[in-house]
């Protein structure tokens, strides 16, 4: 018996990594035998270096850097891969919102300096090959403060280079004249691809500002200043096309940025992390497959891990066991997975669930475990 065990995290709970041992601790109880294989995933955001490092027995490294405000300093993990030469990085750990205080969050006053630094690091430590998950951003700078962090030429209108002890903001944007490309910096030659789901303009009613600035602390005045920060930016640069790319506009328009100024590929972030992971190969000959998340419902199937899991499971004809902290009806749910099964109890208050997370996944996979014995 070999069961792949590949759960995405139990967001407010528990890591991938956690829910993926609870996993096995259930399984192993009723077939002590089977060969366990832990492949915790995710899909770009949240926990994805967590789940690399924990899949691929990598390691951490942690770095002080700038953060979201440019007085800030943070102590950013990223993550070492267990080939030795590939790095994932979360902006969020430098450049997040979760770092501010509900007072501190203004789109205008933040940057990715923080993300930039982390970029130059990795790359002055020989790891060119970088992932780059963009979720949770604090920021609407449009990668600016990226640029300038990972140690690319920024030139203001007065013809000046920008200091790197002045890390940059939107309300920068109109000053500055143009971001020099990757060459001859710390991160030349390195092979960035960013981890991005969102299919968001830089601009527009479905821009950065429009729909992620409100949530980042954006009045609906400063919304349409990062708008027009933002338009002109591209407008100046000449790079309209690429604004409107999908992606362009996540994490504050950093997709842009990284497109632009690093020459980097916006991709699905389920997909680089299982192609990371190897998850397609680890899944060849296996029993069973059981991933899982904090809640299973209709958002799941429109491009949540667990479903990636499910789909890649199904084309190879191995039963996949979904297992949520919750579960909610959904078409389409019960025909990708062969088991769909709730943490939660019927009469128990989420609360509860979630604080015993890790508990009542391991009783649920003795359960089902036992069901098929």
Known sequence: MRIVIAPDKFKGSISAAEAAAAMARGVLAVWPDAQIDLCPIADGGEGTVAALVAATQGKFITHRVTGPLAEMKVDANFGVLGDGKTTVIEMAAASGLALLRAEERNPLNTTTFGTGELLRIAAEMGLKKIILGIGGSATCDAGIGAAQGAGLTVLMRDGSQVAMSEPLA?????????????????????????????????????????????????????????????????????????????????????????????????????????????????????????????????????????????????????????????????????????????IREPGMAQEESIRRAAELIEEKCKRWAASQA
């Open 170 to 342: 939107a309300r920068d944007l109109d000053q500055v004249l143009m971001v020099k490309h990757a060459r001859g910096s710390p991160v030349d030659g390195a092979e960035i691809t960013v981890a991005c789901d969102v299919t968001n303009p830089l601009y527009g009613p479905d821009g950065a500002a429009a729909v992620y600035g409100p949530q980042k602390g954006a009045t609906a005045k400063e919304v349409r200043e990062l708008d027009r920060l933002l338009r002109d930016w591209a407008e100046r640069t000449g790079k309209t096309a690429e604004a409107n790319i999908p992606g362009a506009g996540a994490a504050g328009g950093l997709g842009f940025g990284m497109l632009v100024y690093f020459g980097a590929k916006l991709r699905s972030g389920f997909e680089i992390v299982t192609e990371a992971v190897g998850l397609r190969e680890r899944l060849r000959g296996a029993d069973w497959c059981i991933t899982g998340e904090g809640k299973l419902d209709a958002s799941t199937l429109a491009g949540k891990g667990p479903a990636g899991v499910g789909r890649i499971c199904r084309e190879s004809g191995i039963p996949c066991i979904a297992i949520g902290g919750a579960v909610e009806k959904a078409n389409g749910l019960e025909e990708l997975f062969s088991h769909v099964l709730a």
